[in-house]
């Protein structure tokens, strides 16, 4: 998912959260994920990802040996308020923790999103090597990356960020049934609502 990378008008870098959602399996990972996963936690982009086991989501930040290590969002802290604190005494424990857990890779729920941060444009073209070279080749592949988007997939329609409506979701066009009956689509059908 790539929300507006550069500015229309002058074409300026905007810094790019990109979240990569997948599917491992269909109701556990296949192992053949493992060592893309591990290469994704690697890269100087990746600022984690978000998935879990069945019924509890997690914040993954990294792995050791088959074992993806991970913090609970749903640990709670004491808030601060922000009018009576003392900005030289500021509790730093309420901004860490001591605990990070782990979770075997045969626990782990197959659905997860990859996530990388790239602050410039260099950022983001290593990131597209990196994964092209150790992510997205041969049969263990994540998923796959184009130069362009498919002639099936219409891109959404565009609002200024300023003008954008509150609760705005994109819309998107019809679909191009044609050239994607046409297409290699492994196997997945492709459903509209028109």
């Known amino acids: 998912i790539v929300f507006f990378s550069t500015t229309e008008d002058t074409g300026d870098w905007i810094p790019l959260l990109l979240l990569i959602p997948l599917r491992l399996g269909l109701s556990e990972c296949n192992n053949i994920y493992m060592d893309p996963i591990k290469t994704c936690f690697d890269l100087p982009q990746n600022v984690g990802a978000v998935g879990g086991r069945p019924n509890s989501a997690f914040y993954f930040i990294g792995y050791q040996h088959d074992r993806l290590l991970y913090l609970d969002p749903h640990v709670t802290q004491e808030s601060l308020n922000p009018d009576t604190i003392d900005l030289d005494k500021i ?104």
């Not at 509790?91 to 045969?106: I, Q, S």
């Not at 659905?111 to 041969?138: K, M, N, P, Q, W």
């Not at 994607?180 to 689509?185: G, K, N, T, V």
């Open 91 to 194: 509790p730093d424990e309420t901004y860490h923790t001591r605990k990070v857990d782990l979770l075997p890779w045969e626990q782990l729920d197959p659905s997860i999103a990859i996530a990388f941060y790239c602050r410039t444009r260099d950022d983001f073209d290593e990131l597209c090597g990196e994964l092209r070279a150790d992510v997205t080749s041969g049969a263990n592949s994540l998923f796959e990356m184009a130069e362009k988007r498919p002639s099936y997939m219409t891109p959404p329609r565009r609002h200024p960020l300023e003008n954008l409506p509150e609760n705005y979701t994109a819309e998107y066009e019809d679909l191009n049934t044609e050239d994607a009956a046409d297409s290699d689509s492994d196997g997945f059908e492709i459903i509209s609502n028109s």
